[in-house]
């Protein structure tokens, strides 16, 4: 399937959502989970060719995969911690959703520590300090 069939789909099916959740709420909601699966779905299948793919680039290139790796997790965390704040905005809990929203990002900061870590420890030997 190809990206505008994908989009179109997704489309015709928020127009026949809207309409479900006009006529019957709590069908509604159910069926927008359910979309939500199938697109994540969709993604986590075109994900894994597109990850081996680079990893494979990084190897041939002598390049570390950590670093790709923990790219790669702070992207997949962006995604989960979207589609969990747009379910609960869906459902009317804003503050939920802006409580995930936060609880993503300080995931994504504490998965690069290590980074930081690193490059402060480059800086350092940089501008002459010591261990």
């Not at 006009?22 to 993604?43: N, Q």
Request: some cysteine; overall charge neutral; charged content about 15%.
């Amino acid at each position: 399937m190809d990206f505008v069939s994908l989009a179109a789909g997704t489309m015709v099916s928020a127009g026949i959502l809207l309409l479900l959740k006009r006529e019957r709420p709590e069908l509604g909601l159910t069926a927008s989970i359910g979309w939500l699966v199938l697109l994540t779905g969709w993604a986590a299948v075109k994900m894994i060719p597109i990850t081996i793919e680079l990893i494979g680039i990084s190897e041939q290139a002598g390049i570390e995969t950590d670093y790709l790796r923990l790219m790669l997790r702070c992207i997949g965390i962006s995604l989960i911690t979207g589609m969990a704040e747009n379910v609960c905005k869906e459902s009317g809990q804003l503050s939920a959703a802006a409580g995930i929203g936060t609880a993503g990002k300080v995931w994504i900061l504490e998965s690069c520590l290590p980074v930081y870590r690193e490059l402060f420890s480059i800086v350092k030997t940089l501008i002459g300090g010591s261990g």
